[in-house]
């Protein structure tokens, strides 16, 4: 069992903690801190002269609206599933169990005014491997991700759909089984379930987690078409990277001088005098996306760590504070830049690949016996293509638009949900757009004589286990997603 506790979470530490799929506990620190916050929402609602937003109030542009002590809980009910309005694609139950960590260890805090039961119930629902179904559409990713932390909200009442036992069911049906009662939600609980960037913040987790595997491999893949290419290994020296001491570039240009240091292609003599841009400035674009990623994943990691509902409590200072802290414009603009970072990766790789096949430097066109007879790896850069250019739509950036909400209430949105889910496919485009590249560079490979590098051939050695060398056409979509699940699996 691991035991969450009260300090600042790396996102890799979040993305390892759910993929252990290990069950959950509260340290008694942070038990202790969900007693006091509540505590003073008690008390203070007790004191209190002038309504309290969200608590005794309306939602929204009924804020104004005054509610009676005798409906508190019955108002936080209401909120949860009168906010169930998402829609579209299903959420993928690893997401939605990173959002549950999430929502966890922001209500852990003790600024939210919820109570121990609530929070205990969520990770129970966790730990039985009760996971709601949650839907991509309905958020503005201001007031929160109101209509997916809805979805995520409900089983906690016994309401709603869940996945469970690989099955999907009703709530009530799995909490049934487990024999676990549904809660009732007191004062504020229900807008603090639904307030808050958990559902942005969990798609940026899973894809900054799986870069910190994908960038190696992707620059790794990179490496080997480089030296199946015959690049020249100078355009790689520090003495010009520290001309231009960008982190990311000098990493990079390292990183492949390590990679090929015992590659005897490289040692060969070269007929020509330099390599086209999609080998030789490795280092700058590679390097570029690397730092953008890093930047994006300071903003993220700060996001996982912070209290994003409202009404917020600071019970040091006697304040319940109404203020904006569920504006996801920080995840929003992140997210918009992380979809160009990855865009560019898989750019880069498949003008990689369109060389690799072009007939040039001693390798076949197509990178097969007998072309014309053969079409060879032809149109397995079509497909890098076509996913290179739905990644340009898709990188249209969402955090520029806004639209009026709750009758002009909240009139400035930052659609940040919608750049988390377009950066979901992005990244996965990027991983089938370098799968394609390990299946053009191995191809290339095998028609050298020598050997490249130590490193690259037992890339290679590994690789070819699961994906043979192609003697003449074959179904090429097969290799492909061999090829994406090698490299998941690596």
């Known amino acids: 069992m691991i035991e969450l506790e009260h300090r600042h979470y790396r996102i890799s530490e979040v993305g390892d903690l759910v993929q252990s799929g290990e069950p959950l506990r509260l340290s008694a620190e942070l038990a202790e801190c969900i007693r006091k916050g509540r505590a003073f929402l008690e008390d203070y609602i007790e004191r209190a002269e002038q309504p309290i937003y969200g608590i005794n109030t309306g939602f929204g542009s009924l804020c104004d609206t005054e509610i009676s002590r005798d409906d508190l809980n019955t108002l936080q009910r209401n909120l949860v599933m009168s906010h169930a309005c998402g ?40 730990n039985r491997d009760i996971i709601p179904v949650v839907y991509e559409q309905g958020s503005l990713g201001a007031s929160g991700d109101l209509a997916p932390l809805a979805h995520l909200s409900l089983p906690l009442l016994g309401m709603g759909e869940v996945y469970y036992k690989g099955d999907r069911c009703s709530a ?22 639904l307030n808050g960037t958990q559902f942005m913040a969990a798609y940026a987790t899973v894809i900054l987690h799986g870069l910190e595997r994908w960038v190696d491999q992707g620059e790794q893949v990179a490496a080997l078409s480089f030296d199946a290419f015959e690049g020249r290994i100078n355009a790689f020296d520090d003495a010009v990277h520290v001309l231009r001491p960008h982190t990311g570039q000098r990493d990079t240009a390292r990183i492949m001088r390590e990679i090929l240091s015992d590659s005897e292609w490289i040692k060969q003599p070269k007929q020509h005098v330099q390599d086209p841009y999609s080998f030789r400035c490795i280092p700058q674009v590679h390097g570029t996306s690397k730092d953008s990623i890093e930047y994006v994943r300071s903003v993220v990691e700060t996001e996982i760590n912070s209290v994003t509902d409202n009404p917020t409590l600071i019970p040091d200072e006697d304040k319940i504070i109404s203020a904006g802290n569920f504006h996801g414009q920080p995840l929003a603009l992140a997210l918009d830049f992380l979809c160009i970072a990855m865009a560019e990766l898989a750019s880069i790789s498949e003008r990689r690949v369109y060389k690799l096949i072009s007939g040039q430097r001693g390798l076949p066109a197509y990178l097969v016996a007998d072309p014309g007879l053969n079409s060879g790896m032809m149109i397995a850069q079509y497909s890098a293509a076509s996913i290179v250019s739905q990644n340009k739509q898709l990188c249209t950036p969402s955090s520029v638009d806004t639209i009026d909400s709750s009758n002009g209430q909240e009139d400035h949105v930052s659609m940040g949900a919608n750049g988390a889910t377009k950066a979901y496919r992005v990244f996965e485009n990027y991983q089938r757009v370098v799968a394609i590249e390990l299946l053009n ?27 043979t060398f192609m003697e003449s056409d074959e179904v090429i979509h097969l290799k492909i997603e061999a090829s994406v699940l090698f490299l998941k699996n690596r």
């Open 441 to 467: 560079a191995a191809q290339a490979a095998d028609f050298r004589t020598g050997k490249s590098s130590s490193e690259l051939e037992r890339l290679r050695s590994e690789y070819r286990e699961h994906v």
């Open 172 to 193: 009530a049906h799995a909490l049934n089984l487990e024999q676990i009662a549904p809660i009732e939600l007191g004062a504020k609980e229900g807008l603090a379930l």
């Open 87 to 126: 829609t579209g694609a299903l959420v993928p139950s690893g997401i939605v169990r990173h959002m549950m960590v999430l929502k966890v260890l922001g209500l852990s805090k003790g600024n939210s005014g919820v109570r121990l039961e609530t929070v205990t119930q969520l990770i129970e629902l966790y």
